[in-house]
């Protein structure tokens, strides 16, 4: 019997596997499509395997932190559409995977996925991952995780969007109050909406700020009419320009996104907070994770996808 796409699509709609392994199933089965769907169900986890594949850069970052909250982490967990990553079963797995990564003494997700599944010793992470793809129907990947800890204060935790944006900031202070967390949560808004690249001034490199020194004085020298300005009128020129891109990079010089003369700091309104509050506050750093940054993601039209798979 002559396999034809509109098979394939039918039975991967029905199953949720991949088109190959739907077009073997149904081969292996002469086209009978019951029997292809238990052909499929029997292969269990090996089907896991084969969506491994796919693209799965949709998914959800999700934050824990602990009761104390002195420690917490971030994870992103990846799928392959949009639709899953709002799934409850998706949404709870990821939640077991926060739970495992807040107390996990990993170093890098390869030694995570290597770790004993708390909620099933018998299997690793990387098996229980699996499992849940068998589940799911979709490719998944825990991508990522990064632990904070701060003995002298707590860490705040913010999440945009459903999950798409989660952040997580780390706060040294002597006072802990409704004032003080209010202040915590706006900072990782604040990291949320502006996209920092570093906390402070401090973080940012000798080099990367020559190098920086070296575009501009290129961008300058290939003015006509800038280039012929003094030498000490171009390096403030320079100077002028670095110290507002700081202002964009920089957490703590950025405009505070609520400052209601559009001209406060995010370092003067923690210094505000501070002194309303008695307090002495330090915001040290921030962990800011958005779904699928820097992942390719996959469009393409099914029927051609279909079609292509088929040999067509």
């Not at 998914?59 to 982490?73: F, R």
Request: with cysteine.
């Amino acid at each position: 019997m002559a396999i034809t796409a509109a098979d394939v699509k039918k039975l991967r709609e029905m199953t949720g596997a991949g088109m190959m392994d739907c077009k073997k199933a149904l081969t292996a089965t002469d086209g009978d499509m019951d029997a292809a769907v238990d052909f499929l169900r029997e292969k269990g986890l090996a089907s896991a395997q084969k969506k491994a594949n796919r693209i799965a850069a949709e998914g959800i970052v999700m934050t824990t932190v602990s009761e104390d909250g002195k420690k917490a982490v971030a994870v992103e967990v990846n799928a392959e559409t949009d639709f899953v990553a709002k799934n409850e079963k998706f949404q709870a797995y990821v939640k077991d995977v926060c739970d495992q990564a807040l107390n996990t003494t990993a170093a890098d997700i390869d030694a995570f996925l290597a770790e004993a599944w708390a909620l099933d010793t018998t299997k690793t992470v990387k098996e229980a991952l699996a499992a849940q793809i068998a589940v799911i129907g979709e490719n998944m990947n825990i991508r990522r995780f990064q632990q904070v800890e701060e003995a002298n204060g707590f860490v705040a935790s913010y999440i945009h969007a459903g999950g798409k944006i989660g952040v997580l900031v780390d706060v040294e202070t002597d006072v802990v109050n409704d004032e003080v967390k209010e202040m915590a949560k706006n900072v990782a808004m604040q990291v949320a909406a502006l996209k920092p690249q570093y906390t402070s001034r401090n973080e940012v490199s000798a080099d990367y700020i020559a190098r920086e020194k070296e575009i501009l004085m290129a961008q300058i020298m290939n003015d006509p009419k800038e280039s012929q300005k003094p030498e000490k009128v171009i390096k403030g020129m320079i100077e002028g320009r670095i110290n507002k891109e700081l202002k964009e990079i920089c957490l703590l010089d950025q405009v505070y996104v609520k400052a209601e003369d559009g001209k406060q700091s995010v370092a003067k309104y923690v210094e505000s907070v501070a002194k309303a509050t008695g307090a002495k506050i330090n915001v040290k750093s921030f962990v800011r994770f958005e779904t699928g940054e820097g992942l390719e993601k996959k469009s393409e039209n099914f029927a051609e996808e279909v079609a292509k798979q088929m040999g067509n």
